[in-house]
């Protein structure tokens, strides 16, 4: 299983942009990275997925080094509700299997006016 | 489009009564679906996931099981609940077995034992 690794908290404010780095130093070859967002009392939503290089939607971009072993996720001008806890996942499926799903205490992302 | 939904959204149970949770799936076919629990302070954990109908893999030992009666359709079930079951029970789905589907959450059941 890739372990992933990330802050557990950080602070920022309004307007500014935000990058959340998330460890994963046994990433395998057929794993992916996903990053989710979830609010208090509310599941988890898909935000990005990566397998490698940057990937940009209109929520957030991805950075994803040569090496895999760390992904970025960034936040372009956040607002107060972008207030929420990321998570990073590493997920790769082999035969039927669901490694990497457990989601981790995520980073708790605080934003401030 | 796709919806998940789950119910009930609150529950207040006893300790040592039986417990059903639900979850259901509609606009697709033949998705991996997944429940996690998620206690206070604590990031999510796999209970079960399931491949297809009958198909269920359980990923920790538990007072819990789960079922999938039909394609859609996902069941958490316990005969005798204990307090360590409180927290907050997530339903997922996603396309497709693959790494690069992502999973797409139902609102959640709180639970409480008392």
């Known amino acids: 299983l890739a372990k992933t690794t990330q802050p557990i908290s950080m602070d920022s404010y309004e307007g500014q942009e935000v990058n959340i780095t998330c460890s994963h130093n046994n990433i395998a070859t057929n794993d992916y990275i996903t990053w989710y967002q979830q609010f208090p009392s509310q599941g988890p939503r898909f935000i990005i997925q990566?397998?490698?290089t940057k990937v940009t939607n209109e929520v957030a971009s991805l950075f994803i080094p040569a090496d895999r072993k760390s992904s970025t996720l960034s936040l372009p001008r956040v607002s107060l509700s972008d207030t929420a806890v990321y998570y990073c996942l590493v997920v790769g499926f082999s035969g039927g299997g669901a490694d990497g799903l457990t989601f981790g205490k995520g980073t708790h992302l605080i934003i401030q006016p | 489009s796709q919806t998940i939904h789950q119910w009930p959204a609150t529950l207040v149970q006893p300790v040592g009564s039986p417990l059903s949770l639900e979850c259901t799936v509609e606009g697709t076919s033949n998705p991996n679906l997944y429940w996690y629990r998620q206690a206070a302070g604590r990031g999510l954990q796999l209970l079960f996931y399931s491949v297809g109908i009958g198909q269920i893999s359980s990923e920790v030992p538990q007072n819990l099981s789960a079922s999938r009666p039909q394609d859609r359709q996902f069941i958490l079930s316990s005969k005798k609940l204990l307090l360590s079951d409180s927290g907050f029970y997530l339903c997922?789905?996603?396309?497709?077995?693959?790494?690069?589907?992502?999973?797409?959450f139902g609102d959640g059941t709180r639970l409480s034992i008392l």
């Open positions: 997922a789905w996603s396309a497709s077995p693959s790494a690069n589907q992502p999973q797409h």
């Open positions: 990566g397998y490698k």
